[in-house]
């Protein structure tokens, strides 16, 4: 199984960046995907997830209204749109993947079973 995330970049606060991440080796609609971050000397934040269906979505408190998750099923990709970032969003993104049914366990860090690299994220003031 490959995760792999895109898509990050170097942004002043209050733009925009759309993260993407593709995941391979598994059946694409089957997985509910989510996307968690880690700021410098900080641990492993849950970020957003979204059920393998695409119909349920969730958001921790520090990015709704701003960032956005969604799926698409032709491209076997999944995106964060990031919108309004700032400095505080710096962080690196991962992009995990899982084959459990969408539910509050998608918050706790690390609920995935599978994981990226990460991409890195920089939020200029």
């Known amino acids: 199984v490959q995760v792999v995330e895109s898509g990050g970049g170097l942004v002043q606060a209050g733009g925009s960046l759309r993260l993407s991440c593709t995941a391979s080796g598994l059946t694409f609609d089957d997985l509910t995907m989510g996307w968690f971050r880690q700021a410098p000397g900080k641990g492993l934040e849950w970020v957003s997830a979204?059920?393998?269906?695409?119909?349920?979505?969730s958001d921790a408190d520090s990015v709704k209204g701003r960032f956005a998750i969604s799926r698409d099923y032709a491209k076997n990709t999944v995106y964060l749109q990031m919108n309004s970032l700032k400095p505080e969003d710096t962080a690196v993104y991962y992009c995990?993947?899982?084959?459990?049914?969408?539910?509050?366990?998608?918050?706790?860090?690390?609920?995935?079973?599978?994981w990226g690299q990460g991409t890195q994220v920089t939020v200029s003031s």
């Open positions: 979204i059920s393998h269906g695409g119909g349920a979505t």
């Open positions: 995990a993947a899982d084959r459990r049914w969408f539910g509050t366990w998608t918050k706790e860090v690390p609920g995935f079973d599978y």
